[in-house]
């Protein structure tokens, strides 16, 4: 199976806004729970944010509640993560990914996207 694509990255000033993208073939996402990670350099990758396969369903981390959005489009087989108020901080590689399970394991990852906020 080929693995998820991200786009959307780049680099933004502190406040700004991005949107992440994520495609995937509908056999990995059917079905799937989505999930959005990052990772910096040094630290081990942690969860964004992530979205049941019917999309009802959605969990933050806390550091990014009230400013991200996670959200799916099953017949796009997309999902995507809306950034907003973003802080250097949010500097990252974001990695998409597709699991399923209670919790999820998700065994599928894209090669990421980077996301560079300047101060």
């Known amino acids: 199976q080929v693995q998820p694509v991200e786009s959307g990255g780049g680099m933004v000033q502190a406040g700004g806004s991005l949107r992440l993208s994520c495609a995937a073939s509908s056999a990995m996402f059917r079905g799937n729970d989505m999930a959005w990670y990052r990772q910096t350099p040094g630290k081990l990758r942690e969860l964004v944010a992530d979205i049941s396969s019917g999309g009802s369903i959605t969990n933050y981390a806390e550091f990014v509640k009230g400013r991200f959005t996670i959200s799916r489009d099953n017949a796009k087989n997309t999902v995507y993560l809306q950034m907003n108020s973003l802080k250097p901080e949010d500097t990252a590689v974001y990695y998409c990914?597709?699991?399923?399970?209670?919790?999820?394991?998700?065994?599928?990852w894209g090669q990421g996207t980077q996301v560079t906020v300047s101060s």
């Open positions: 990914a597709a699991g399923r399970g209670v919790p999820p394991v998700y065994d599928y």
